[in-house]
Nanobody
Framework: QVRLVESGGGVVRAGGSLRLSCEAS????????MGWFRQAPGKEREVVAA????????YTGDSARGRFTISRDSAKNTLYLQMDRLKPEDTAVYYC???????????????????WGQGTQVTVSS
């Protein structure tokens, strides 16, 4: 069983930055792939960024590319999402997710992840 706890959300003005954290507990950090998703009101959940342990492959979604960076600290069992140059359209609930490490999964799909955090709200004002 993996438990994920997100933090770092809040209200920020457009152009500002936030860093989200996701602390994981349970099996060793290196045994599962991890990702950040977001869901805005009335919209489907979408992948923001993801990391695969087997080959250290990092995926960044189109909306986040060039502005957001996913990283992890294995010593702290923590996944991060650094968000810069935030836009009002980045407003959403952001979720951390974890799934069994595999080279065959599509990290962009929610189905690749078995465990989810409770989410943290990010609001970007114009």
């Amino acid at each position: 069983q993996v438990r994920l706890v997100e933090s770092g959300g809040g209200v920020v003005r457009a152009g500002g930055s936030l860093r989200l954290s996701c602390e994981a507990s349970g099996p060793p950090f290196s045994t599962y792939d991890m990702g950040w998703f977001r869901q805005a009101p009335g919209k489907e959940r979408e992948v923001v960024a993801a990391f695969r342990w087997i080959d250290h492959y990092t995926y960044t979604g189109d909306s986040a590319r060039g502005r957001f960076t996913i990283s992890r600290d294995s010593a702290k069992n923590t996944l991060y999402l650094q968000m810069d140059r935030l836009k009002p359209e980045d407003t959403a609930v952001y979720y951390c997710a974890a799934g069994p490490a595999s080279e065959n999964v599509d990290l962009r799909q929610s189905a690749a992840y078995k465990y989810w955090g409770q989410g943290t709200q990010v609001t970007v004002s114009s």
